[in-house]
């Protein structure tokens, strides 16, 4: 079975870069509290570390 995570929006996206934004948008995410659960690969990894300050991260298994 696949490892799975969960991202949610905690913080704003006003003010934020281009890059970040397209980054949340990508995950699906565009208001506070909205949540994306997805696989757990590299690609996903690198999308959530450029918004890690705005999102909060839970592994699921």
């Known amino acids: 079975m ?3 995570i969960k ?3 905690i913080r704003s996206l006003i003010g934020s870069k281009p ?3 397209a980054n949340a948008e990508a995950l699906g995410l565009k208001k ?3 949540c994306f659960v997805g696989p757990d ?3 996903t ?3 959530v570390r450029i918004i890690e300050h705005l ?3 839970e592994e699921e298994v």
Do not use: F, S, W, Y
Request: charged share 40%; aromatic share 0%.
């Open 7 to 9: 991202v949610t929006l």
């Open 55 to 57: 999102v909060e991260l």
């Open 41 to 43: 690969t590299p690609a």
């Open 19 to 21: 890059k970040t934004k």
């Open 45 to 47: 990894r690198g999308k």
């Open 32 to 34: 506070i509290g909205d």
């Open 2 to 4: 696949e490892k799975t």
